[in-house]
């Protein structure tokens, strides 16, 4: 029962630094999204995508990338971390956008020093 | 694009009572929504949907209010272990708000 997998849970970068969020499903859903949750405040969508070759983006996108090369991989690229990049990532995925239940990873927590 | 709004609470409430949160949308096209469950450092999860007849699950009634645009969550004989945060969202749409915290408190 794998659904959506985060990887790293933990990450602790330097400012300036570059990284990448992993996120694959197994679940063969069309849709996958980003979501950063900063603490004591919701969900803010990052990036999403409908399908494998198309990305938009959502509320809150600088500083962030992504790429859709297969159904199952949305990774997040965070290029030169800054502090208020300190947060924790959540990736998720649901088979279609309408009606469609979102199922979250467990989350990425990230801080920036 | 966020198309609801709820009260952010917190609600803090006896273990035992019952507690009822309100969703009120924008949208009056939006027909069903749902309800997510959120503890404290975890992702959320669904909880329950809504659709014109209404839901329920146990402790928990979700009802859609059409005329007033609003969907409301009620939890009977609260628990400790209902604290969370619940968020509501419109089935079409990934844009969450900050939801409604809500402690039980023994």
């Known amino acids: 029962n794998a659904g959506v997998t985060q990887t790293p849970k933990f990450r602790i970068l330097k400012i300036g630094q570059s990284m990448t969020l992993q996120c694959t499903q197994d679940?063969?859903?069309?849709?996958m999204y980003w979501y950063r949750q900063d603490p004591g405040m919701g969900l803010k969508l990052i990036y999403y995508?409908?399908?494998?070759?198309?990305?938009d983006k959502g509320e809150v996108p600088n500083g962030y990338n992504v790429s859709r090369s297969t159904t199952e991989d949305f990774p997040l690229r965070l290029e030169l971390a800054a502090p208020s990049q300190t947060s924790v990532y959540f990736c998720?995925?649901?088979?279609?956008?309408?009606?469609?239940?979102?199922?979250f990873g467990e989350g990425s927590w990230l801080t920036v020093v | 694009r966020k198309e609801v709004e709820q009260d952010p609470g917190p609600f803090n409430v006896p273990e035992g009572a019952t507690v009822a949160f309100n969703c009120t949308y924008s949208?009056?096209?939006?027909?069903?929504f749902f309800w997510y469950r959120q503890d404290c450092r975890k992702e959320p999860k669904l909880l329950m949907s809504?659709?014109?007849s209404g839901n329920e699950d146990g402790r928990f009634t979700a009802q859609l209010n059409r005329a007033s645009q609003y969907i409301s969550l009620l939890i009977r004989d609260s628990k400790l272990s209902d604290s969370a945060t619940y968020l509501c969202?419109?089935?079409?749409?990934?844009?969450f708000g900050t939801g409604t915290s809500l402690t039980v408190i023994p």
């Open positions: 998720a995925s649901s088979p279609g956008g309408g009606g469609n239940t979102i199922y």
């Open positions: 679940m063969n859903h069309n849709y």
């Open positions: 995508s409908v399908g494998a070759g198309i990305t």
């Open positions: 949208n009056s096209a939006s027909q069903s």
């Open positions: 809504v659709y014109s």
């Open positions: 969202v419109p089935s079409n749409q990934f844009y």
